[in-house]
């Protein structure tokens, strides 16, 4: 089938389940990354112009292509040494999750879309994210900028985890466990592997997609049933 012929499928469903729920999780699913990953390699560079003039070109000069999951693996990438990578990686940390940077964000296309026509179907859309409750200003506001429905928790809701230590997972297991209970799920939208398989464990019914986007690299085969789109225009 042709993507546009799996996302129509998907809201098929929801038109014929009332209040039915269509799962998205955000980072490199509704959101790209990309240019939050940009931006620091920018400040990065900009700290150490004046020590290392060489290495602060050769990050400026990463395109969006280029990057790959772990910024200091994209630093290494690009032939800078282990201790500046690591210093990268420190640095990137303290930023990577901090409201203002959120707002770098770019969207997939045809997502705002997308999660808009699941509520014109009469289903609701679930932003479930491995983004903590610290990170909810910056991502309600990012969801907003870019149109997507606003959670206002009944038509579309943020779910989000209580503590950035918890393991995405376990968070997305018990997260599942209460969406689950509120209605019918019929399909829903990861970019990781792991977490589609969980989708299909939980929902075997429903519609299952990974996004061809990028991810942690973890070494999982997708579950069968899984559905391949590169993103959400029809």
């Known amino acids: 089938m042709t993507q546009k012929a799996l996302l129509d499928a998907l809201l098929d469903d929801v038109s014929a389940h009332p209040g039915a729920i269509v799962v998205f999780d955000l980072d490199d ?3 790209s990354t990309a240019d939050r990953h940009l931006r620091i390699l920018e400040e990065f560079a900009a700290a150490i112009q004046t020590q290392d003039a060489r290495a602060a070109g050769v990050l ?4 969006r292509e280029q990057l790959m999951y772990s910024v200091a693996d994209t ?3 690009h032939g800078l040494d282990e201790k500046l990578a690591k210093d990268l990686r420190g640095f990137w940390f303290a930023r990577f999750f901090k409201n203002p940077y ?3 964000d770019s969207i997939i296309p045809g997502g705002p879309e997308y999660a808009a026509e699941v509520i014109a179907r009469g289903g609701r859309s679930f932003y479930m994210t491995g983004r903590d409750e610290g990170m909810r200003e910056g991502t309600e506001a990012s969801l907003l ?3 997507f429905p606003e959670p206002d928790g009944k038509k579309a809701a943020l779910v989000l985890k209580p503590r950035f230590d918890e393991p995405d997972f376990e968070f997305k297991v018990e997260a599942l466990r209460r969406i689950g209970e509120q209605g019918p799920v019929v399909g829903s939208f990861e970019n990781e592997p ?3 398989n969980l989708f299909i464990e939980r929902f075997p019914k429903g519609k299952h997609f990974l ?4 991810h942690s690299g973890r070494p ?5 049933a899984t559905l391949h789109i590169k993103d959400f225009r029809r």
């Open 145 to 147: 900028r870019h149109k």
């Open 60 to 63: 400026r000069g990463i395109s």
């Open 194 to 196: 792991k977490h589609v």
């Open 75 to 77: 630093a290494k990438a």
């Open 220 to 224: 999982v085969t997708p579950h069968s």
């Open 29 to 31: 699913t509704l959101f």
């Open 211 to 214: 996004l061809d986007t990028k």
């Open 102 to 104: 959120l707002l770098e």
